[in-house]
């Protein structure tokens, strides 16, 4: 069975079809896919924190409509990434209480604060911008659950990336504190949104098995380069400057040249040491305790209503 | 206590009818404590920008699939059959609608 397996497995990556749940699969493969997959999953969750804290204070009504849409947003992914992973065979519980624990990790970026109104702007327009070149080429990755979860969130993210803009050209057009608040947001932001690709190929020892097998389909270095040369030009109808002093068009490779991120803060923060790793999971935690009565309550009413017979609400419509 | 509860909640598969005239269509899967609940969250997760007019769920343990290891027997006796489709017949061009 292992070998035959093995041979199916080899020609649907071959012919660029796609893996489904109970298909034979190197344990390698279930093993990448699962953290692939789990931690993609707990950025999407730990994700909400930073924008979440700006719901009450969004400035209009119509501000605050549109952020907590996008933070549902982000907790629906999150739960597609979840289910997906469980086609794995892991578990949704199980994966919580390792991310709670530091087993497994989220995306770097969701570690630094969200100081001023002016960045849930630049989060949509860089982060969740930086997000969607990644994730684009992910809607063909080999494993079919994955993938199709990558197709749904594609098309939600465009709503992420276009209110942030939106946001922060009416900042734009107002007064020059408002002006100064977005540049510093991008000054910030800037950085962190580069390092959302990983490390340059050379530094990230998983990513040639992984363009093996088809889960990833571009490099590390070229979606940054992609993503920098799509953001300069959207920069510059916006009228901000984005904080790199070597970066410019080279007219020989028809590409921006720019300049390298700080690897060392990214490797600490990864490690556990940015501004908000704490917070963070200790938000994360206390969520997951307080709510504990609920879903214990929820498994009792349903255990009692099992005993009491079946649903009359059955039936097709 | 709550450790042991909280990976209870079963696994649902859900169906969503993207409109009227159309079937049921496979989205995706959500954990719940029952299937009404299953059905709130199917709707919380699966429809919020009008994806569907009518969401079915199914408990994922009440599901009975065909596996890899059965598709040549389920599935290769249709490939010699080529008798079953309309292009394995010759009708002269001159002959109209058919």
Known sequence: MATDGAAVFAETIEKDQRVEPRDWMPDGYRKTMVRQIAQHAHSEIIGMQPEGEWITRAPSLRRKAILLAKVQDEAGHGLYLYAAAETLGADRGDLTRRLIEGRQKYSSIFNYPTLTFGDVGVIGWLVDGAAICNQVPLCRSSYGPYARAMIRICKEESFHQRQGYELLMTMMRGTPAQRDMVQNAVNRWWWPSLMMFGPPDADSPNSAQSMAWKIKRHGNDELRQRFVDMTVPQAEALGVTLPDPRLRWNAEREQHDFGDPDWAEFKRVVAGDGPMNKARIAHRRRADEEGAWVREAAAAHAARRREAGPSPSGGRS | ?98
């Open chain 2, 1 to 98: 206590m709550s450790d042991e509860i909280r990976h209870e909640w079963p696994l649902f598969e859900v169906f969503v009818r993207a409109k009227r005239g159309l079937n049921h269509v496979h989205v995706g899967s959500l954990r719940a404590a029952d299937h009404e609940m299953a059905l709130h969250h199917a709707r919380d997760l699966y429809t919020r920008r009008n994806e569907g007019v009518s969401i079915w769920v199914v408990r994922s343990d009440d599901i009975v699939a065909s596996g890899p290891d059965v598709k040549d027997a389920f599935f290769a006796p249709s490939g010699d059959k080529a008798y079953r489709h309309p292009t394995y017949y010759s009708i002269p061009d001159s002959v109209p609608h058919i």
